[in-house]
């Protein structure tokens, strides 16, 4: 099913240019849906999860910064990115 | 930090988002060569975070694509001036990288010689503040700490997630690493400690704001948990003052006694 899902958005995104370009209402609602998307994935996420993920990825702190910041220790952050990409990976129905 | 294999796996998380130390990263990425599970939720995660990416990513200003276009449309290209240089690869061998943050952006940072400073990429982070706060990254408060507070969480929460938050690390002299993330708008930062070095029951170490002509009293650390002093919150900062630690009786004082094992101005 994930491969076919894959294989549609592959469909959709290969469009030319041309025609996304005709039609940028389209484009910024499948963009605007992919947001949405993801941001429900993220609300799947435990608290932890959550913070050690955002901290890192969109804030930029290293796993000891997110350990020290949170007061929790560093390997549980460590395993709680691991747990949330998985568990944001399979809510986004990625296999690569 | 030495890793045996199955700790090595864990990783995997981290290393995607950029969050490890050098040392761990190459630990990481020799091992990545030769365990076919991580390179695939290497690849993995790598996609899901690419998503991340997109989903923080801002619509561009109204009008801008026929600027670009335009623009691009009367402009003559430039001719090569030398012969680009060659990407170095290494051939029969997978490197996988990160497509964000660039790593060696995060070791090349300007560093002083006594006080050590860090300041991460923050191109882009008041964009990102809006994506968070839709986020709702800490809507719902993690029960990471039994003993501290609802608002002491919430206190810290804003002050990482500010759009204008600034983080500085210094090298306390006495062993171990201060982290500093503060946010001028707000007047507050969070402070933290790793590996402090241990103190007698008689001690504690105190956190100071210093600022000329003022005795602003300073507040005692918490004992370490884990190694990790802290969070603490300190507010009421405001542009020139000086954030200080120092180690200081049990009991407190009412004024550093001891010198200073950071000294950072705000």
């Not at chain 1, 990115?81 to 809510?91: E, T, Y």
Request: proline share 8%; net charge positive; charged share 20%.
């Amino acid at each position: 099913v994930r491969a076919n899902q894959r294989s549609a958005d592959r469909e959709r995104h290969s469009v030319p240019p041309a025609a996304v370009h005709a039609n940028p209402v389209a484009e910024a609602v499948e963009v605007d849906l992919d947001h949405q998307r993801v941001r429900r994935c993220l609300a799947t996420l435990s608290a932890l999860q959550r913070q050690a993920i955002v901290l890192a990825y969109y804030r930029g702190y290293s796993y000891s910064e997110v350990a020290a910041l949170l007061g929790v220790p560093s390997g549980t952050i460590k395993t709680r990115m691991r747990d949330g990409l998985i568990r944001l990976r399979d809510c986004l129905g990625i296999d690569a | 930090m030495r890793h045996r294999d199955s700790q090595l796996h864990t990783l995997a998380g981290a290393y995607i988002l950029d969050a490890l130390g050098p040392q761990e990263r190459a630990q990481f990425e020799h091992h990545l060569a030769h365990c076919d599970t991580c390179s695939q939720e290497t690849r993995e995660f790598g996609e899901t975070a690419a998503r991340l990416a997109a989903a923080a990513a801002q619509p561009p200003p109204e009008g801008m694509k026929d600027k670009v276009l335009a623009t691009a449309a009367v402009t003559s290209q430039l001719p090569p001036l030398a012969p680009a240089p060659r990407r170095s690869a290494r051939p029969g061998r997978r490197h996988w990288r990160p497509a964000w943050p660039d790593p060696a952006a995060r070791a090349g940072r300007p560093r002083l010689k006594l006080l050590r400073w860090r300041w991460p990429q923050l191109g882009g982070a008041i964009a990102l503040a809006a994506a968070i706060a839709a986020i709702g990254l800490f809507a719902v408060q993690g029960n990471n700490s039994a003993n501290r507070s609802t608002r002491t969480n919430t206190q810290i929460a804003a002050v990482l997630t500010a759009p204008d938050a600034i983080t500085l690390t210094a090298a306390v002299r006495d062993g171990g690493t201060s982290t500093i993330v503060m946010s001028p708008a707000q007047g507050q930062l969070v402070f933290a400690a790793s590996r402090l070095a241990p103190l007698p029951k008689s001690k504690c170490y105190m956190v100071w704001l210093l600022r000329p002509g003022h005795d602003i009293p300073g507040s005692r650390l918490p004992p370490p948990v884990d190694n990790m002093t802290g969070p603490v919150v300190v507010t009421g900062i405001t542009d020139h003052d000086h954030l200080a630690l120092s180690v200081e009786p049990a009991h407190g004082s009412s004024r550093p006694t001891s010198a200073m094992l950071i000294d950072v101005t705000l």
